[in-house]
């Protein structure tokens, strides 16, 4: 980050300014290590590796900073030869492509794709992880000068009250211990105006959710560290590959037999590569089996947190993730 940046941010706790006490900019103005301070309560957080760290390196998304870690190119479009995160991106906000002068920011970043798609548009975009995925995140999209990334909890966001034109959370709120909470503490950093996006797995009557194999093995995949099931997914995926694309050509039947044993072939829907499509197949099965939270919800459900925030204009569909939601706040 850069010192000037620091207007962008607020204590977590008390919502007061911050102070640099510690850290000094290099020749390009960033600041690799340093000390933030703030101004109320006084509580401290490390800039370490260009990036503010508002949470402890240990957290229940460690899986998710494997993940994005070992797969940080995997969804990026220049990588997968296809304008998936970029249709999807713009597809799912319904934003305009030129948002200079606005700031958005994005809950749950991963290693970025959405990032550098944000960022296409010209806003300032504060990207935010839980994870250490940010180090991915700030590798592939930190030297942009419209970019600022943090490591920081969604439910205690380093930001002042009403200070965004749009935010977005997407591939995220399922994954959260209390996702209506996590969903309502978004709403608050909208400026009056300001637009919010979020999508949220569906979720299915319970006679229906016995068909979806992941529930069944899941209290047993989340126990195991993350190293050790990503490399038991790896080797799986690559047993189960040959048979996978002789599943895939059965019509209609083979994808939901590919998805129940946890194998993925995502090149019947998308032209990919054989090496992309085998590792789009390994990134989903780990994030299929290796979150600590995945908790579907129900389109009213959803509905009616957007009314609890006290949005308008709201639009609650199904889409790419399961159900999408879109809102404004009310304007003064």
């Given at each position: 980050m850069k010192k000037n940046q620091l207007t962008f941010f607020a204590c977590p706790k008390c919502r007061a300014e911050f102070a640099l006490v510690a850290g000094k900019p290099d020749s390009d103005g960033r600041i690799e290590t340093g000390l933030l301070k703030c101004t109320g309560c006084h509580q401290s957080y490390d800039i370490r590796d260009y990036i503010p760290r508002f949470v402890p390196q240990e957290n229940y998304a460690q899986g998710f900073g494997l993940e994005w870690s070992r797969h940080c190119f995997t969804?990026?479009?220049?990588?997968?030869?296809?304008?998936?995160?970029?249709?999807?991106?713009?597809?799912?906000?319904?934003?305009?492509?030129?948002?200079?002068?606005?700031?958005?920011?994005?809950?749950?970043?991963?290693?970025?794709?959405?990032?550098?798609?944000?960022?296409?548009?010209?806003?300032?975009?504060?990207?935010?992880?839980?994870?250490?995925?940010?180090?991915?995140?700030?590798?592939?999209?930190?030297?942009?000068?419209?970019?600022?990334?943090?490591?920081?909890?969604?439910?205690?966001?380093?930001?002042?009250?009403?200070?965004?034109?749009?935010?977005?959370?997407?591939?995220?709120?399922?994954?959260?211990?209390?996702?209506?909470?996590?969903?309502?503490?978004?709403?608050?950093?909208?400026?009056?105006?300001?637009?919010?996006?979020?999508?949220?797995?569906?979720?299915?009557?319970?006679?229906?959710?016995?068909?979806?194999?992941?529930?069944?093995?899941?209290?047993?995949?989340?126990?195991?560290?993350?190293?050790?099931?990503?490399?038991?997914?790896?080797?799986?995926?690559?047993?189960?590959?040959?048979?996978?694309?002789?599943?895939?050509?059965?019509p209609k039947l083979g994808r939901h037999v590919n998805r129940s044993l946890f194998v993925t072939d995502f090149s019947h829907k998308y032209p990919l590569s054989e090496a992309v499509a085998r590792e789009w197949a390994l990134l989903d099965t780990f994030d299929r089996l290796s979150p600590a939270y995945d908790q579907p919800q129900y389109r009213r459900t959803l509905q009616k947190w957007f009314e609890e925030a006290a949005l308008e204009n709201i639009e609650i569909g199904y889409g790419y993730n399961g159900i999408e939601g879109r809102g404004m706040s009310p304007q003064n």
């Open positions: 969804q990026y479009d220049s990588y997968a030869g296809i304008p998936f995160s970029e249709t999807r991106f713009f597809q799912e906000t319904r934003w305009p492509r030129n948002l200079e002068g606005e700031t958005i920011l994005e809950v749950g970043c991963g290693s970025g794709r959405f990032t550098e798609q944000a960022a296409k548009t010209g806003a300032m975009v504060i990207s935010v992880d839980l994870s250490h995925a940010v180090e991915a995140n700030y590798a592939l999209n930190g030297g942009r000068k419209n970019v600022l990334i943090a490591q920081a909890d969604i439910y205690r966001l380093p930001f002042k009250n009403n200070s965004f034109n749009r935010i977005f959370c997407l591939g995220v709120l399922q994954h959260t211990p209390d996702v209506r909470q996590a969903f309502l503490s978004l709403a608050r950093y909208l400026k009056p105006g300001g637009c919010l996006v979020v999508d949220v797995y569906r979720k299915y009557p319970l006679w229906m959710r016995f068909l979806d194999t992941k529930y069944l093995v899941r209290p047993f995949t989340t126990k195991i560290e993350p190293d050790t099931l990503y490399r038991w997914c790896d080797r799986y995926v690559n047993f189960m590959w040959p048979l996978t694309k002789l599943f895939n050509k059965i």
